[in-house]
């Protein structure tokens, strides 16, 4: 499985950003794709998910109510859409797939993209 994230960038407090992820899966699978978020000298903290066969998503606590994952109905892409920005949300912002439903451990990983909030 190949995860390609694209959508980073510098943005100020408030603001919106919004991430996507092209992921080299079939759309009718059972696979979930998830977002991952690590920032200097922290540990790598998830972020939200969603599974392609039922659509259920998850969301970690810090970004409840602010961000949303969807995914394209007819593609395999997934979108992180991240609204009211803190600085706190400044990371690098992975996305990660596994053929389990809504995983605690990922298989697969794309590499980074860069979020900057500037306060």
């Known amino acids: 499985v190949q995860l390609q994230a694209s959508g980073g960038g510098l943005v100020q407090a408030g603001d919106s950003l919004r991430l996507s992820c092209d992921a080299s899966?079939?759309?009718?699978?059972?696979?979930?794709v998830g977002w991952f978020r690590q920032a200097p000298g922290k540990e790598r903290e998830f972020v939200a998910a969603i599974n392609f066969s039922d659509g259920r998503t998850q969301y970690g606590d810090s970004v409840k109510g602010r961000f949303t994952i969807s995914r394209d109905n007819d593609k395999s892409t997934v979108h992180l859409q991240m609204n009211s920005l803190i600085s706190e949300d400044s990371a690098v912002y992975y996305c990660?797939?596994?053929?389990?439903?809504?995983?605690?451990?990922?298989?697969?990983w794309g590499q980074g993209t860069q979020v900057t909030v500037s306060s």
């Open positions: 990660a797939a596994d053929g389990d439903y809504l995983p605690t451990k990922y298989r697969w």
């Open positions: 899966i079939r759309t009718d699978s059972r696979y979930t």
